[in-house]
């Protein structure tokens, strides 16, 4: 019987670096955005595009891989998170969308994405991101996840008054009651990493506003330099780890039973 060609999963393995790496990365994500937008004076709308800019040739980089690459692939998440992010506050401070609004839009838009995701390959896995059409699909869903957690996270931490630190602390407990929940075996392994994955975004956000802004608004007055580079030097190293060690990289057949659980 002829075997099936090995083929690589062109994203990681979720593993507990990747969730270190993706809470940093969502924390810049904030702070960058911040930074580039206000603190270097370009604005909101010269550094959205700039940016979306840059992010269409770090994609382009990505996509030509094959298989998962560290640099490569964590370069786009973290310019995915700082362009979710933009686009958020474009529809809340240029546009005049309500948060609220903009919370509602991004889950229906990222249900959307899910919806036709499975009616075209019939599977959601992230074990099975081999072909360039799944891989579309899982990047359109990683920026509206970003998006929707950037606008459901200043919903709660702006409108319910809780702070950025207490704002964090509420979104830490969401996360471990869905870790729970899978544990448990009471949850899709599936929806458990797209929630988690949702909700990391105003996690990472909650606590980068809290080490970067000023006593007054309620932070540690870091800045959104230092606290930026922090991040973006850890991640650089959890990078180079991988890289050297080869974690993360993950061997598909294209074969992977459909209702096989993540």
Do not use: C
């Not at 998440?77 to 809340?92: A, E, F, K, P, R």
């Not at 870790?179 to 599936?190: D, L, S």
């Amino acid at each position: 019987m002829q075997s099936l060609p090995v083929t690589y999963n062109r994203v990681p393995q979720v593993t507990v670096d990747f969730w270190l790496i993706k809470l940093m990365a969502v924390t810049v994500g904030e702070t960058a955005a911040d930074y580039l937008a206000v603190n270097l004076g370009y604005g909101l709308s010269a550094t959205s595009w700039f940016m979306s800019a840059v992010l269409a040739v770090a994609l382009i980089i990505q996509f030509s891989q094959k298989k998962y690459v560290p640099w490569s692939y964590w370069l786009a998440v973290v310019l995915v998170s700082i362009v979710g992010t933009l686009v958020t506050d474009n529809m809340v401070d240029n546009l005049g969308i309500t948060l609220q609004a903009s919370t509602v839009f991004f889950t229906l838009v990222l249900a959307l994405t899910f919806t036709g995701w499975y009616a075209v390959e019939r599977t959601l896995s992230i074990h099975t991101i081999f072909t360039t059409r799944r891989e579309l699909f899982y990047w359109l869903a990683i920026l509206f996840t970003f998006s929707l957690g950037t606008a459901s996270g200043d919903l709660v931490s702006e409108s319910f008054g809780t702070g950025y630190f207490y704002a964090g602390v509420v979104f830490a407990v969401v996360i471990a009651a869905i870790a729970a929940a899978y544990y448990a075996g009471v949850m899709n392994g599936i929806l458990a990493f797209w929630l988690a994955y949702i909700f990391t975004r105003p996690l990472g956000a909650s606590f980068g506003d809290y080490l970067s802004q000023p006593p007054e608004y309620g932070g540690l007055g870091l800045g959104t330099i230092a606290t930026s580079w922090l991040f973006l030097g850890t991640i650089a190293a959890i990078i180079l780890y991988m890289t050297a060690t080869g974690q993360g990289r993950e061997m598909t057949n294209g074969a992977v039973p459909e209702a096989m659980p993540d």
